[in-house]
C-alpha cells in the first residue's frame, strides 16, 4: 500500500489523506464568566421579574381603554346591521304601498268614464257649462297661482 493514497471514511464524512492520522485539538471549554457578570445577570433577571407599581397601572389603563373602544366598536357594529335591516324592512315597505297604491288608482282611473260623470253633472247636480260672460281669463306668470275668494259682483 501506498502511503499518500486517499481514502473516504463515511462515517466521519471527510476525506483522510494517507494513512497517518490526523491530530486533534484539544477541548476546549467555555470561559467562565467573572463573578461580578454573574450577580449582573441575576440583578437584571430581578428586575425582568419585577414590575413597578406605575407599569402595572400604564399597564391596566390600556387594557380598559382598549376594551371600552372595542365595545363601543362592537356597539356600533350592531347598531348599524339593525338600522341596515330597519331601513330595508322600510323599504320594502314603502315598495309594496307604491304598488298597492298604484293598483288602486289605475282601478279607480278605469272604473269612471268622463261621460258618466258629465251626465250625473248635468243631469243629478244640476250643473251648466259658463256662459260667456262668466269666463275671466287671466295671464301671469307661471310660478305664480291665482285663488278666487269671492265672486265678482260681490266686491262692488
Request: aromatic residues 8%; contains cysteine.
Amino acid at each position: 500500500m501506498s502511503r499518500n493514497r486517499t481514502n473516504y471514511n463515511p462515517t466521519r464524512n471527510t476525506y483522510v489523506y494517507g494513512s497517518a492520522a490526523r491530530r486533534l485539538e484539544p477541548q476546549r471549554y467555555p470561559e467562565v464568566p467573572h463573578r461580578r457578570a454573574i450577580q449582573e445577570v441575576r440583578k437584571n433577571r430581578e428586575r425582568a421579574r419585577h414590575m413597578s407599581a406605575g407599569y402595572v397601572l400604564f399597564l391596566a389603563t390600556a387594557l380598559c381603554a382598549a376594551a371600552l373602544v372595542l365595545v363601543n366598536y362592537i356597539q356600533l357594529q350592531s347598531e348599524l346591521t339593525s338600522r341596515t335591516k330597519s331601513v330595508a324592512a322600510k323599504e320594502s315597505e314603502l315598495n309594496s304601498l307604491r304598488i298597492a297604491n298604484d293598483e288602486f288608482y289605475n282601478k279607480t282611473v278605469n272604473s269612471v268614464s268622463l261621460e258618466d260623470v258629465k251626465r250625473i253633472a248635468i243631469g243629478e247636480l244640476g250643473m251648466v257649462y259658463a256662459e260667456d260672460g262668466q269666463i275671466i281669463t287671466y295671464t301671469g306668470s307661471q310660478n305664480d297661482y291665482m285663488r278666487q275668494v269671492a265672486n265678482e259682483s260681490q266686491k262692488k
